[in-house]
């Protein structure tokens, strides 16, 4: 049985394909390169962001775990939920798509839900080899990188720095950044970027 609505209350299928697509543009990514990492095709997608086709619950699934965020996220404009501490297991991050992916970076997401408006996002980012170019990164809000395996040299603006593990480096996001030049593979390091609080 349908549940009733009112007039300007999105249906389920419209709530959820504009979360997904909002999350999807908050981090500047494609609906090929979200597609790709969900599995399913480009048109599926851009139809599901749309609000034209009903999405399985494997589908939507394959999709939050690509934007990195829990399948709760995804109807958070139709039913919002609420969350307290949350425990992420060693090795145990969501491996999400992000711009670097196709260079080679691995981006495991230490913690999600956060609400509708995301106040930082740790991740775990690990660089196997020395295979692709580089790209560069900006985004709102501060960044925080400590290092944990191997040595790189990471641009900020137009300086450059060589990381070790147990360094540590901090600065804006919206000043480009990103490796330089990998020196000791394979590279860990913990990536933590905190987001401006939106005006009370």
Request: net charge negative.
């Amino acid at each position: 049985m349908e549940q009733e609505r009112g007039t300007n209350q999105p249906s389920l299928e419209e709530a959820v394909g504009t979360a997904i697509r909002e999350l999807r543009l908050r981090h500047g990514l494609t609906l090929a390169q979200v597609a790709e990492k969900a599995g399913i095709s480009r048109g599926m997608l851009s139809k599901i962001e749309n609000g034209q086709t009903s999405a399985g619950m494997d589908t939507l699934s394959r999709i939050a775990r690509a934007l990195g965020v829990s399948m709760s996220m995804l109807f958070s404009k139709y039913d919002a939920t609420t969350t307290s501490a949350q425990h992420i297991r060693k090795g145990a991050g969501m491996e999400v798509v992000r711009r670097g992916t196709k260079s080679g970076h691995t981006y495991q997401l230490l913690a999600y839900d956060q609400g509708p408006i995301k106040a930082f996002e740790p991740f775990l980012i690990t660089i196997e080899d020395d295979s692709e170019r580089y790209p560069t990164f900006e985004h709102p809000g501060n960044e925080f990188l400590y290092m944990l395996e191997g040595q790189i040299e990471y641009r900020v603006g137009q300086e450059t720095y060589l990381l070790e593990p147990g360094d540590a480096l901090s600065f804006q996001g919206d000043v480009p950044h990103g490796p330089e030049r990998l020196i000791a593979c394979p590279i860990k390091f913990l990536s933590v970027i905190v987001y401006p609080r939106a005006p009370e």
